[in-house]
Each structure stands twice: as structure tokens, then as C-alpha cells.
């Protein structure tokens, strides 16, 4: 799903879609998936730490929902414009952080 594309991001790709919620979700079996494989390594045990993406200019601080369908990215309504996102759903390229650098996006007030 994510690829290594530099010292601080992961570059995958999913659609992109407006939720009228106040956070960004992905599909839940998917987010525990990419949270063991991506911040386990980094001694992060529990799967539904939230995981940090970036589409855009956008920052998200990304929670798992059992309601997003498959490879989808539910991002609030209200932030589609800093996202880039035109006419969605699109599918666009998202960048993961890092685990350290996650780290430094919360730390920073980023996410």
C-alpha cells in the first residue's frame, strides 16, 4: 500500500473523499495493518495509534472507521481545498510519515 519515498514519508495512493466529520478516517482493518507494519517497528504496540498522512499542504492525524470503504482516505469537508482534492473522490498520492517524524508533526502542533 505505501512505498519508501524519503526520510520522512511513505508515498501510497488512495481516493480521497469528504466526510462531514472532524477528523480523517481510513477503512479500520487497514489502518491496523499499516500501523503494525509502518510504527511497530518503532516499539508502538497498538494498532489504533493514529497514523499522520499528508495530502497536499494538508497534514491528518488519521484514525481507523469501519465505515471507510477499502483503500479510501475520508478527509473533513471543510479542508478538500488545502488537500488539493478538485472533484471528489480522486485518487491521489498520500504521503505516510515516519515514524519519527510523526513524532515531530505531533510534538509541533502540526496534527
Known sequence: MFE???S???LGRLYVEPSDGDTAALQRR???RVNEQ???DDGVSRTDYPL???V???HYRVEGDADVPAD???VPRDTLDEAGIDNPPALSEVLLARPGHARRL???GAV
Do not use: D
Open 4 to 6: 519508501v519515498f524519503s
Open 8 to 10: 520522512g514519508y511513505y
Open 30 to 32: 487497514q489502518h491496523e
Open 38 to 40: 509502518v510504527y511497530a
Open 52 to 54: 499522520v498522512m499528508k
Open 56 to 58: 497536499g499542504t494538508r
Open 72 to 74: 479510501t482516505l475520508v
Open 106 to 108: 505531533y510534538e509541533a
